[in-house]
């Protein structure tokens, strides 16, 4: 049921962003995770983005997978995603015409303050091993996007099967923000993006129930990409609105606002455009 609902609000969504027949203004429609959008951090970049180029962005936010769904379903012209080994074979596969990672921050495991596992200081996997061994109640996104595509890489990498039948493991098939909600409901432990969970911090006044537990080392990177759908698979595709969005979010001027947004004074993102180069 909630998929079906899902699915159908995307729908609607989408036939919005397709009917650009009301706007002053050229219409760049994307996919992306729900993580840019709960977080604001797209209502802070749009409107500059107009201001610069003339160009109005329009998105749906939802998980990574669901976002690669509608760029291979020719939906969108541009995808912002966090899932680096999924966004490959996207590319792979002749989906995307071009992909460049633009910032990123770092996922995070919270929980209850009374921390019923005892994971609070441990090493990623030390806290996935302490969590499945105690039973403690774990609300996973379910939902195949790039934070539940990490979560299960991390049970992996911890030497355990995935969840799937246990009592204690709980999928909610939704977002972030609404998984985090449910999780504080339960006094359960969850995988969070950082900047979700700054957001969550701040809307509980900096005294959230839920506290982030571990974290911290190059397992829990969170690496964000933008890109552009081949016009060769998807033949409304706008090209030159698309590329012309990529090159305006990896300036040195759009890489320093995204640095420059912070929430409760803790910057969320970090832009790394030029890494590599």
């Not at 027949?21 to 709960?38: G, I, K, Q, W, Y």
């Not at 996922?107 to 921390?115: A, E, Q, S, Y």
């Not at 359960?188 to 900096?206: I, M, P």
């Not at 090159?247 to 832009?271: C, E, H, M, V």
Request: aromatic fraction near 10%.
């Amino acid at each position: 049921m909630y998929k079906l609902l899902s699915l159908t609000l995307i729908f609607f969504a989408l036939y919005g962003l397709r009917d650009a027949s009301s706007s002053e203004h050229p219409v760049l429609t994307m996919a992306t995770t729900t993580s840019t959008d709960n977080t604001g951090l797209l209502d802070y970049l749009v409107t500059r983005f107009r201001s610069d180029t003339g160009i109005e962005l329009r998105w749906v936010a939802v998980g990574t997978g669901k976002a690669l769904m509608l760029g291979r379903n020719c939906d969108v012209d541009v995808l912002m995603v966090h899932d680096p080994e999924a966004e490959e074979e996207f590319m792979k596969r002749g989906f995307g015409f071009e992909r460049k990672p633009f910032m990123y921050n770092e996922f995070v495991l919270i929980g209850p303050r009374n921390d019923p596992a005892g994971i609070r200081g441990m090493s990623v996997n030390e806290a996935m091993k302490a969590i499945a061994k105690w039973g403690a109640i774990f609300v996973s996104r379910g939902d195949e996007s790039g934070t539940h595509k990490r979560e299960m890489s991390l049970w992996r990498a911890a030497g355990l099967s995935v969840p799937g039948r246990e009592p204690w493991y709980i999928e909610t098939g939704q977002g972030m923000r609404n998984t985090i909600q449910i999780a504080e409901e339960l006094g359960a432990y969850t995988l969070a993006d950082r900047g979700t969970y700054v957001q969550y911090e701040a809307d509980n006044h900096g005294n959230p129930p839920l506290v982030v537990l571990v974290d911290g080392g190059s397992t829990l990177r969170n690496q964000y990409s933008v890109i552009v759908v081949n016009p060769r698979r998807c033949k409304d595709v706008q090209l030159g609105l698309a590329l012309r969005f990529m090159r305006w979010l990896l300036s040195s001027d759009t890489q320093r606002l995204i640095a420059g947004y912070k929430i409760l004074g803790n910057q969320l993102f970090i832009p790394n455009a030029r890494e590599g180069e």
